[in-house]
């Protein structure tokens, strides 16, 4: 069975400073991996995804993700972190031997002060 | 991006009546949609796969009479919450994936919030 873990609740950052994000999963075939956003009493938001190729991928709002297929991370970066960027974050995994399905992760909320 | 609309937003209703929240994919066809549950502060709980013209596969531990699914075409599910008590209380999301993207990732809909009094 597919999993994702997302070990952190809450990530607190500064304006300005660099956000991370991490996840980890576990698959039995090649993963598919997502990066979804949520704003308050919202639906979520497609940041980025990885399905093959460059480990790093770049997605919307500034922000990227490294596929590490030796650690099964796909930790969220943003090199400087905005007010805005305030929100839920769930990572996701589809496994491609698994059918359909995606699979997320507990999220994190990330508060980034001014 | 694809564009998934959900319908109602928000919606009260009284314990023991039945609930219906569309989901339209507004610019794709999607043979299969997603419903999700979410509760407070936790992650999206996937309730049920809805597929074009058959019927939802459901998840472990869902009702099926509970949650009625209906795919009647290629760009709208409905999910029916029926006999609602204030226990199904809760924000319900759906998504969809461009029939010939199967690399793709999935778009969601904005969800509604149902609260049974």
């Known amino acids: 069975a597919q999993s994702v873990a997302q070990p952190e609740d809450q990530v607190n950052v500064a304006e300005g400073n660099p956000l991370t994000v991490k996840c980890t999963y576990s698959v039995s075939g090649n993963p598919y991996l997502f990066w979804y956003v949520q704003y308050p009493n919202r639906g979520l938001q497609f940041l980025l995804k990885y399905i093959t190729g460059d480990n790093l991928v770049k997605g919307s709002y500034g922000f990227e993700a490294e596929f590490n297929k030796s650690q099964t991370s796909f930790h969220l970066k943003k090199p400087s972190a905005l007010v805005s960027d305030s929100a839920l974050y769930f990572c996701?995994?589809?496994?491609?031997?698994?059918?359909?399905?995606?699979?997320f992760g507990g999220g994190t909320r990330v508060l980034v002060k001014p | 991006g694809a564009v998934v609309s959900q319908h109602p937003s928000w919606v009260i209703c009284k314990s023991g009546t039945s609930v219906k929240i569309e989901c339209r994919s507004l610019d794709f066809q999607a043979t299969t949609m997603f419903w999700y549950r979410q509760f407070p502060k936790q992650s999206l709980m996937l309730m049920a796969t809805s597929n074009e013209g058959s019927k939802a596969t459901y998840e472990q531990g869902v009702e099926k009479d509970k949650f009625l699914i209906n795919h009647a075409s290629l760009t709208l599910s409905t999910l029916t919450v029926t006999s609602a008590h204030p226990e199904d209380s809760s924000f319900y999301i759906c998504?969809?994936?461009?029939?010939?993207?199967?690399?793709?990732?999935?778009?969601f809909g904005e969800g509604s919030r149902l609260t049974v009094l």
């Open positions: 998504s969809a994936r461009e029939s010939l993207a199967t690399t793709g990732e999935l778009f």
């Open positions: 996701a995994v589809r496994d491609m031997a698994a059918g359909n399905k995606l699979t």
